[in-house]
C-alpha cells in the first residue's frame, strides 16, 4: 500500500509541475504587462525599470524558478491590478466560488439520481432514451451558451431571474444550471451502470420473491448500494466545477475566483492568473488523488496494480 500511495503522490506533484509550467508559459506569451502599466508616452527608463522591479527582464528560465520557489512558499506575487498579494486575492474571491460550485453538484445530483435510477429500471423505455438525452445535451453545449441561452429566455423573455450578480437565492440558479449540467451525463451513466447490476443481484430477487413493495426495493436498497460509486466521484466533479466556473462566472457577473482571473488574464496580471490556476490544478489533483487513494483501499487488485 505505501508504494501505490507513493506512486499516486509522484504522479499528482508531476502533474502540479506539469501545470504551473504550461501557466506560466502562457502568460508570458499573453504579452507584456508592462505596455498596459504605463501610458504609450512613457520614457524607456521608466519602462526598463518597471521590468525590472517586477523581473520581467530576467531570462526566461529564470523567470519560472523564482516563480516556482516562491510558490512554494505561498507567495505568489502582487497582483499588478489590485495592488495586494494575488494569493490573498483569489483566497477572497473563493467563497463566492464555492458557493455557486456546491449549488452546481447539488442540482447536478439531483437531476442524475432519478434519472440513472428510473433509466435503470425502465431500461429500454422511452423514458430511459430521453433521460440520456437530456444527460447528454448539457455535454453538446458548452457551459457558456447555455448561460446565455437562459439569460435571453428567463431574464430578457420572461422577466423571472436576474441575468447577472449575486447577494440573493435567485442570483445563483442559472450560473449553477449552466454549470452544473456538464456533469449530468457522466453521474446519470454512473447511477444507471450501477443500478443495473445492484437490481440483478441475489437480494433484490430475494425482496421480489416474498412480496416486498418494488419502490422500497428500489430505492432504499438498491440505490443505496448504486450511490457509493457515485458518492466516491463526488470529490472530483467538485473540483472540476471550481475549476471550470471561470466562463460562467464571466457570463454572470458572479463575483468568484474565476471572473477575478478571467480579468486578471484580459490585463495581464500575471501573479493572479497563475495563483488561480495553479490553485485549482491542486484542488483537483488532490481530488483525483483522495478517489484514486480510496479506490486502493476498497480494491487491493488497483494498488497491487492488476
Given at each position: 500500500?505505501?508504494?501505490?500511495?507513493?506512486?499516486?503522490?509522484?504522479?499528482?506533484?508531476?502533474?502540479?509541475?506539469?501545470?504551473?509550467?504550461?501557466?506560466?508559459?502562457i502568460t508570458r506569451l499573453s504579452g507584456d504587462p508592462v505596455v498596459l502599466m504605463l501610458p504609450p508616452e512613457?520614457?524607456?527608463?521608466?519602462?526598463?525599470?518597471?521590468?525590472?522591479?517586477?523581473?520581467?527582464?530576467?531570462?526566461?528560465?529564470?523567470?519560472?524558478?523564482?516563480?516556482?520557489?516562491?510558490?512554494?512558499?505561498?507567495?505568489?506575487?502582487?497582483?499588478?491590478?489590485?495592488?495586494?498579494?494575488?494569493?490573498?486575492?483569489?483566497?477572497?474571491?473563493?467563497?463566492?466560488?464555492?458557493?455557486?460550485?456546491?449549488?452546481?453538484?447539488?442540482?447536478?445530483?439531483?437531476?442524475?439520481?432519478?434519472?440513472?435510477?428510473?433509466?435503470?429500471?425502465?431500461?429500454?423505455?422511452?423514458?430511459?432514451?430521453?433521460?440520456?438525452?437530456?444527460?447528454?445535451?448539457?455535454?453538446?453545449?458548452?457551459?457558456?451558451?447555455?448561460?446565455?441561452?437562459?439569460?435571453?429566455?428567463?431574464?430578457?423573455?420572461?422577466?423571472?431571474?436576474?441575468?447577472?450578480?449575486?447577494?440573493?437565492p435567485a442570483h445563483v440558479i442559472m450560473p449553477a444550471i449552466a454549470l452544473g449540467w456538464y456533469p449530468v451525463?457522466?453521474?446519470?451513466?454512473?447511477?444507471?451502470?450501477?443500478?443495473?447490476?445492484?437490481?440483478?443481484?441475489?437480494?433484490?430477487?430475494?425482496?421480489?420473491?416474498?412480496?416486498?413493495?418494488?419502490?422500497?426495493?428500489?430505492?432504499?436498497?438498491?440505490?443505496?448500494?448504486?450511490?457509493?460509486?457515485?458518492?466516491?466521484?463526488?470529490?472530483?466533479?467538485?473540483?472540476?466545477?471550481?475549476?471550470?466556473?471561470?466562463?460562467?462566472?464571466?457570463?454572470?457577473?458572479?463575483?468568484?475566483?474565476?471572473?477575478?482571473?478571467?480579468?486578471?488574464?484580459?490585463?495581464?496580471?500575471?501573479?493572479?492568473?497563475?495563483?488561480?490556476?495553479?490553485?485549482?490544478?491542486?484542488?483537483?489533483?488532490?481530488?483525483?488523488?483522495?478517489?484514486?487513494?480510496?479506490?486502493?483501499?476498497?480494491?487491493?487488485?488497483?494498488?497491487?496494480?492488476?
Open positions: 500500500m505505501a508504494s501505490y500511495f507513493a506512486r499516486r503522490v509522484f504522479q499528482g506533484l508531476l502533474s502540479i509541475v506539469g501545470a504551473s509550467l504550461v501557466i506560466f508559459l512613457a520614457p524607456e527608463e521608466v519602462v526598463r525599470q518597471v521590468r525590472e522591479s517586477l523581473r520581467l527582464d530576467l531570462p526566461i528560465w529564470e523567470q519560472y524558478l523564482g516563480f516556482a520557489w516562491d510558490a512554494l512558499h505561498g507567495d505568489f506575487g502582487r497582483s499588478y491590478r489590485w495592488q495586494m498579494p494575488a494569493l490573498d486575492l483569489i483566497l477572497e474571491r473563493l467563497p463566492a466560488t464555492l458557493y455557486l460550485s456546491v449549488v452546481a453538484l447539488a442540482f447536478s445530483m439531483v437531476i442524475a439520481v432519478p434519472f440513472g435510477v428510473l433509466s435503470a429500471v425502465y431500461r429500454g423505455s422511452w423514458f430511459d432514451r430521453f433521460a440520456k438525452g437530456f444527460a447528454m445535451l448539457g455535454q453538446a453545449m458548452p457551459n457558456f451558451w447555455i448561460g446565455l441561452l437562459m439569460i435571453m429566455l428567463f431574464s430578457v423573455k420572461l422577466g423571472w431571474l436576474p441575468a447577472f450578480g449575486a447577494g440573493t451525463a457522466a453521474q446519470t451513466r454512473i447511477v444507471r451502470s450501477a443500478m443495473l447490476d445492484v437490481l440483478d443481484s441475489d437480494y433484490i430477487r430475494m425482496g421480489r420473491s416474498v412480496g416486498a413493495p418494488e419502490r422500497v426495493l428500489v430505492w432504499k436498497y438498491a440505490l443505496r448500494n448504486a450511490a457509493i460509486p457515485l458518492v466516491t466521484m463526488q470529490g472530483v466533479y467538485f473540483a472540476a466545477m471550481l475549476g471550470g466556473s471561470f466562463v460562467v462566472e464571466v457570463v454572470f457577473a458572479w463575483p468568484g475566483m474565476g471572473r477575478t482571473v478571467v480579468e486578471a488574464l484580459f490585463s495581464r496580471d500575471f501573479p493572479v492568473v497563475q495563483a488561480g490556476v495553479l490553485f485549482s490544478a491542486v484542488v483537483f489533483v488532490a481530488a483525483n488523488l483522495l478517489v484514486d487513494l480510496s479506490y486502493g483501499f476498497i480494491d487491493p487488485r488497483i494498488r497491487h496494480g492488476r
